[in-house]
């Protein structure tokens, strides 16, 4: 213990007998502040130059492209097949919409059936990507707004629900998986069990998330009637997703474009009016439910029998046909090299990812090789949005607006 | 896993989305407003979203129509495609959705009455003169898209308000989703090269 005179003794020291410096005069125009491209809040490397009249912003202009990988030529020079590895790749928190949307413009091209098998399979897979990603949604948001213990309930989760993709296709995030005309191979041994646990568990995950967040006086301050955009602006700024439905607007690409027999599914598409931060949180917790209820569904009606088409032209023949047959020891030679041919023509393919609407339009030339490959992709339409949803706010809403839009940078770059 | 699956049976649905021929009917009243500037369209036979090939000059005039007469009210995406060695060289490609009116309202169960409709406009443009009219008057979506397409390929929307690059640098030459724009590697230097390599390097000519 130190006697008190030794505190004393730590006293700053007294102040330099210079003269102050004079001040400044005071000068009526905004400050600007580039908020990024590295900093934690902005998920990622995106710059927001914000033009600040005290803590009010006056403007805050994305600055994109610190991630472009041109990943849009690549695909010119790669098979339709190799593009499956390909385009999960622009999207690290939603890698299998972005494989469903790319596999599904491709088979529309080709004009291949796909069995049941694995039009249920890519639905749970679906499923439990939207859960995955809603999780990271959830808890970076709250992290991002300085509740950090969130995000380890939901990254618990989150983890299980990747060790399943692992399972599928050896890979935690980008299992690439779904393949044009089926899937890469069949399900493992005791995947559905271990589905069926981890669909189980949510709810009450879902719950404990719920007592964190919900009634919580401090989300509410920073989240309630923060980062507003009304629908008009959403249907004008082409948002989709979560911002449309909680401005009001039913409109989700399962129920209105119906794509891998979303049609048959019994479930709801959760709709807020008040177009702000909370109302999305509440948007999106009811999709995790909703989520889980598709899943489950999806799960109790899994066939059994082929996870391919049959179509030699477009899936490799089995293993074993390679010993005694020549004609798929040369259908399995042609697939490799050259890949399989669409007919010249083109497709457009939106689904409904955990952002919003992926769309994929993918063009042929009737070579083995997509002559053009487009991606439309959420997050990058919905970030001209954000200078909307924040002006007139407070610096620190600026930071609830980049989290509610949740851009993926890689999705917005390409 | 086995390698049977393969060999059995198909009975899923096609991947057909079933709403595409409600939009036809659009396509025959823009044929009628536009008359000889609709140059082809295509009902797409339930497969496709029907497709309209519109002279540029009245790129404007159909989206109005499109959005205010007929409810497209969303602009899902806006792009090019470059087909070299053909003339019109590029042609830009619109996707257009009508949410039904029931959606709007909040409910989004499908109604075969007022289903969602999907359309597709492409307008040609020449290879010398890449230009056509911004939708960004319409649509204000269409400001990033436009940027983004006249970053990659070089085309020019007319009366855009912000038009320059949004992906790349602004210092970067050519417009990479050209089908003649080089892929090339960015060549690596090492000692015994540097001065050789450097001199090739776009800081070299400042």
Redesign the interface.
């Given at each position: 213990m130190r006697a008190v005179d030794d505190l004393e003794l730590i006293q700053p020291p007294p102040a330099p007998s210079r003269p102050l410096p004079p001040t400044e005069p005071v000068v009526d125009e905004p400050m600007v502040l580039n908020i990024g491209p590295h900093h934690p809040s902005t998920h990622g490397v995106l710059r927001v130059v914000a033009q600040l009249d005290g803590e009010r912003i006056v403007s805050a202009t994305p600055d994109?492209?610190y991630l472009?990988t041109?990943i849009?030529?690549t695909f010119e020079?790669k098979t339709y097949v190799k593009g499956t590895t390909l385009a999960p790749r622009m999207s690290y928190l939603s890698p299998i919409h972005n494989n469903l949307a790319y596999v599904?413009a491709v088979?529309?091209l080709l004009?291949?059936?796909?069995?049941?098998?694995?039009?249920v399979v890519r639905v749970i897979l679906a499923e439990l990507d939207r859960m995955a990603s809603h999780l990271v949604y959830l808890g970076i948001h709250a992290l991002d707004l300085g509740a950090s213990s969130l995000m380890l309930y939901t990254f618990r989760e989150r983890e299980s629900i990747l060790d399943l993709m692992e399972m599928t296709g050896g890979a935690r995030m980008f299992p690439s998986y779904i393949r044009p005309g089926?899937l890469a191979?069949?399900l493992?041994e005791g995947f559905e069990a271990a589905v069926g646990e981890i669909l189980d568990r949510m709810p009450s995950a879902i719950d404990e998330y719920e007592t964190l967040l919900t009634k919580n006086p401090f989300w509410r301050e920073r989240t309630m009637g923060v980062a507003r955009l009304s629908?008009e602006d959403a249907?004008?700024?082409?948002a989709t997703g979560w911002l449309l439905r909680a401005a009001?607007?039913?409109?989700?690409l399962r129920?209105?474009?119906?794509?891998?027999?979303y049609?048959s599914y019994d479930f709801?598409?959760p709709?807020r009016?008040e177009a702000d931060a909370y109302a999305r949180y509440l948007v999106r917790v009811a999709e995790i439910r909703e989520a889980v209820k598709i899943a489950r569904q999806a799960l109790s009606r899994l066939?059994g029998?082929?996870?391919?088409?049959?179509d030699r032209k477009v899936?490799p023949?089995?293993?074993?046909e390679l010993a005694d047959s020549m004609e798929a020891v040369i259908h399995h030679f042609k697939l490799w090299t050259e890949g399989f041919k669409p007919a010249p023509?083109?497709?457009?393919?939106?689904v409904e990812a955990p952002r919003g609407?992926l769309?994929m339009?993918v063009?042929s030339d009737g070579s083995g090789r997509p002559?053009?490959v487009?991606m439309?992709s959420p997050s990058?339409?919905q970030?001209?949005a954000l200078e909307t949803m924040v002006k007139g706010g407070l610096l620190a809403d600026l930071v609830t607006g980049v989290a509610n839009l949740d851009p993926v940078l890689g999705e917005v770059?390409? | 896993m086995s390698e049977h699956g393969i060999l059995e049976g198909l009975s899923g649905p096609p991947p057909t989305p079933a709403v595409s021929r409600a939009a036809t009917a659009d396509l025959s009243a823009l044929a009628e407003r536009l008359g000889e500037r609709l140059l082809a369209s295509d009902d797409g036979a339930g497969r496709r979203e029907p497709t309209g090939l519109v002279d540029r000059a009245a790129i404007v005039e159909a989206a109005r129509f499109l959005k205010e007469a007929r409810g497209y009210q969303f602009l899902r995406s806006v792009t090019a495609v470059d087909y070299l060695g053909s003339e019109p060289r590029f042609q830009v490609v619109y996707h257009f959705t009508a949410i039904p009116a029931a959606a709007l309202a909040g409910d989004a169960r499908a109604s075969a009455a007022d289903p969602t409709r999907l359309l597709c406009l492409k307008a040609p443009l020449p290879a010398e003169d890449p230009v056509i009219d911004t939708l960004t008057g319409l649509y204000p979506t269409a400001n990033w898209h436009e940027r983004e397409t006249y970053d990659l390929f070089g085309i020019e929307f007319a009366g855009h308000p912000d038009l320059r690059r949004i992906l790349l640098p602004n210092d970067y030459e050519g417009f990479p989703l050209r089908k003649d724009h080089p892929q090339k590697y960015e060549e690596i230097a090492f000692s015994f090269n540097q001065d050789e390599v450097y001199a090739s390097k776009p800081f070299a000519k400042e």
């Open positions: 994109i492209g472009h041109g849009e030529k020079g599904l088979e529309k004009d291949v059936e796909v069995p049941e098998r694995a039009t089926g191979m069949d493992p629908a249907i004008a700024f082409g009001g607007i039913a409109y989700d129920k209105a474009v119906p794509y891998c027999g049609e709801e598409v709709v009016h066939p029998g082929a996870w391919m088409t049959s899936a023949p089995p293993k074993q023509g083109e497709a457009y393919v939106g609407e769309g339009y063009v002559w053009r487009h439309r990058f339409t970030l001209q770059d390409r | -």
